[in-house]
């Protein structure tokens, strides 16, 4: 075993297609492909044009021991480089370096080299190391470049501050292939599960629902999705086809999940209880109102003299109608609680039927609406946990954990 080795397990097997681009950089670009494979990954190579100025493809060719692919076809003999089957093979496309004009173009959509066309085409983790100028770092267009990119889901690894080949100081030296390499193995640490759930459906609703009073103005609640986007997010890594019932969120659809956009808790519930029929089981993660106007004006309300009473009616709960249909379907439900938690969760996990319940508490700091962490503990008829708080991802990924043990208990 090749030292280091060892200390990357998650690393080990993995596929990376590093892409490199025209920059002084380049050249870590060869310290990085030792590296990779070093740690056992298998490396294929794509390169734009320019980056053969700054580093030969014999090096990387020699060094990641696969032929390097820089054009659409063979000029020689006509022989296609698929980029779609580049992407399906990959399961990471790290492109280090990562020019300002690179970052540019995948955001607009350019596919004017292999590069960018395998990048449209890819659907596995995309991450870049940008490497660039400190003036063109700094640039509002690429600050807003890597913004959006990193909206979609695009792994940024930071570059660092230090001297850059034009002789200035400051930021925009790529980080180094170590950090690249580190960056990562905890990115597959964290989201590299194997296919687990592979042939598996999943219905997960998240986000609040917004119920009308008349065409200005509505009902609503604090919950931003996140929660619900993470674990639609990780069941889709583990193979699980996965359709998002989703209220209104500012958050981008995971990869590889199939959204379906909903307004009120009736339209949530048609959507949810219709995906339902065909899943292996659900996740009922939205804030969904209890109560809704019982008439929607279709005018806007003029104020008057005195108060207003607004008459209120039920919305029908959905977990529980999911609940009482479930036959060996897998049910997990949330509680968000704040006061006598446990009791009002376990109540919840027997009204509902749900498998389990994700219990987190508003008394808790970090938990709960908003941020990007959360402190829960999971409930099942025999069995609780307490998690500590962590990351709303971390969370997801143990969630669905939780969901593959009881499946597989059977
Ligand atoms: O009863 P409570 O609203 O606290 O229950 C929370 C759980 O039930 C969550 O999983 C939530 O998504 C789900 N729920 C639902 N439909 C409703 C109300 C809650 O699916 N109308």
Redesign the pocket.
Known sequence: MESGRAARPALEGRRILLGITGSIAAYKAAVLCRLLKTAGAEVRVVMTPLAKQFITPLTMATLSKNPILVEFFDPENGAWNSHISLGEWADCLLIAPATANTLAKMRGGVADNLLLTTYLSARCPVVVAPAMDLDMYAHAATQENLRTLAGRGVEIVEPADGELASGLVGKGRMAEPEEIVAFLDALFSRTGKKKTLQGKRFVV?AGATIEAIDPVRYITNHSTGKMGYAIAGELARRGAEVELVSGRTALPTPAGVTRRDVLS?DEMFEAAATAFDKADGAV???A?A?YTPAEVSGTKLKKGEGDLCLPLRR?????AHLGARKGSRMLV????ETDHEEANAEA?LVK?NFDFVVLNSLRDAGAGFRGDTNKVTLIDRTNREELPLMSKNDVAVRIVDKIETLLAGR
């Open positions: 609703t808790a009922m993660c939205a969904v209890d919305t029908r709960d959905i977990a439900g949330f509680a968000l919840k509902k």
